[in-house]
């Protein structure tokens, strides 16, 4: 089915004023504008911006212009459920997708109410303190939460189940950071939105295999979010192109073990390549390996995920797949609308791609 010009117009600027590119009440540019930056009809124009009228998104006001309208009317205020990140945190990437839905939102005169949230340290399978941060966010009033799962461990099922059924009794949507709540290929029926991790994974193989790298050790923790699957699959595909490479899976315990087993593994598999399931794991492997006396860099190299602020702190700067803040919270936002003017719609997975950052951690 061939898509008209008029629809293609419709479906950009929707998508703008979705995630936020044009505040709420503010003025869309002009049909002049639009006609010139999409080189077509000021008729095409204005069937797309009726379109958009039509579709409850904007208001227009005769000899004004065209106006972005708030969903229902009415100003959204916006939950953030992150485990362990409180508002000065700076040790995850998603301090700065946090800081860039906040501002995002500001711009769409959102509310956002913080949920700082902890894996508590003991069992509980009632799921009591992430329950008390959600029924917190309903108590003040939340019309929309962004919520990044806990791991899927069997405390951090029950968490996510619980904590989301408090959302779905008080018919509350949930947009879903940076993971599901399953394992691959399994998926839930709630909107995703995270970095294509597979394809990072791939990223980060190739640049490794490129640098000479043909002994590759991919270290994951014990209990694996289902973006380590992902990027470790996209690794063995990067692999599976160079002939004679090899990569083979180690298991962070954090028990004390680690100082001496990564190392003893990585000289007995003489592994030429590191790469950690996130930037935490990489620099964790990284120091390990620099204490036993291995330089990093030329023979050794290590890569990580995420491009969190320790990629750039760490004793041999990462190199990492960077999330993409800017566009992350962007998604986030629209996703969000969407579902205040749709609630029916089918869970989606919105990808988003990752940028390979090189620092001396692969240099050499």
Not at 9 to 37: C, F, H, M, W
Not at 299 to 313: E, H, N, T, W, Y
């Amino acid at each position: 089915m061939k898509v008209t010009r008029h629809t293609k117009i419709y479906e950009i600027l929707r998508n703008r004023i979705l995630a936020g590119a044009y505040g709420v009440d503010k003025k869309l540019p002009s049909e002049q504008e639009l006609t010139k930056e999409f080189a077509v009809s000021r008729i095409t124009v204005m069937r797309a911006l009726n379109d958009l009228s039509h579709d409850g998104l904007i208001w227009r006001k005769q000899g004004a212009g065209s106006f972005v309208k708030s969903p229902d009317g009415e100003k959204c205020c916006l939950g953030l459920m992150i485990p362990g990140l409180g508002i000065t945190t700076g040790e995850s990437v998603f301090t700065f997708v946090q800081n860039q839905i906040i501002r995002n939102a500001s711009q769409l005169g959102w509310q956002v109410l913080m949920g700082d949230l902890e894996l508590p340290s003991q069992a509980d399978a009632s799921g009591r303190s992430p329950v008390e941060v959600a029924r917190r966010l309903i108590a003040h009033g939340a019309s929309a939460v962004a919520f990044v799962p806990f791991g899927i461990t069997s405390r951090g099922v029950a968490y996510n189940h619980n904590v989301l059924a408090e959302f779905r009794s008080a018919k509350i949507p949930v947009v879903l950071m940076g993971g599901d709540l399953v394992d691959y290929p399994d998926r839930s029926d709630y909107d995703v939105i995270g970095l294509d991790d597979a394809h990072a994974g791939f990223l980060l193989g190739q640049h490794l295999l490129k640098s000479g790298c043909r002994n590759l050790a991919f270290v994951g923790m014990k209990t694996r979010l289902p973006a380590g699957a992902l990027r470790f699959g996209g690794v063995q595909k990067a692999v599976e192109r160079v002939p004679g490479s090899v990569c083979r899976e180690l298991i962070l315990q954090r028990d004390g073990s680690d100082e001496k087993a990564i190392p003893a593994a990585v000289r007995k598999a003489k592994c030429d390549g590191i790469i950690g399931e996130n930037d935490e794991v990489a620099v964790r492997a990284m120091r390990y390996l620099l204490d036993a006396g291995m330089k990093i860099g030329k023979k050794l190299k290590v890569g990580g995920f995420d491009d969190a602020p320790i990629a750039g702190l760490s004793p041999v700067p990462l190199t990492s797949v960077a999330q993409p803040a800017e566009e992350f919270a962007s998604e986030v936002i629209s996703a969000i609308r969407d579902r205040l003017i749709s609630p029916a719609l089918p869970g989606r997975w919105i990808r988003l791609h990752g940028r390979l950052v090189i620092r001396e951690s692969t240099r050499g």
